[in-house]
């Protein structure tokens, strides 16, 4: 059984920054993929950025330059977020991807104010 728990979610003006992790337990150290997604209101989820088991990084062309994707061996996946927009505003979902099953975190609310 795979768990993911986000958190660093919060409020912040635009311009500064968050930091947002995920604490995976169960059998994650077969994760071959890890990465994070999101969801505006009355929008479909989308990418954010993803981290392979070799440290391969990929990140949606908006966040590019701003966003960095991270992970330890304990596992946890990170992702810091600078310079935010309000259109970075959306509840941030943590994903794992064992195999052909994808997991994913409970999420987290990002709210970027102008």
């Known amino acids: 059984q795979v768990q993911l728990v986000e958190s660093g979610g919060g409020l912040v003006q635009a311009g500064g920054s968050l930091r947002l992790s995920c604490a995976a337990s169960?059998?994650?150290?077969?994760?071959?993929?890890m990465g994070w997604y999101r969801q505006a209101p009355g929008k479909q989820r989308e990418l954010v950025a993803t981290?392979?088991?070799?440290?391969?990084t990929n990140y949606t062309d908006s966040v590019k330059g701003r966003f960095t994707i991270s992970r330890d061996n304990i596992p946890t996946v990170s992702l810091q977020m600078n310079s935010l927009k309000p259109e970075d505003t959306a509840v941030y979902y943590c994903?794992?991807?064992?195999?052909?099953?994808?997991?994913w975190g409970q999420g987290t609310q990002v709210t970027v104010s102008s």
């Open positions: 994903t794992a991807v064992i195999g052909y099953t994808r997991y």
């Open positions: 169960g059998s994650i150290f077969r994760a071959n993929v």
């Open positions: 981290i392979t088991s070799g440290n391969s």
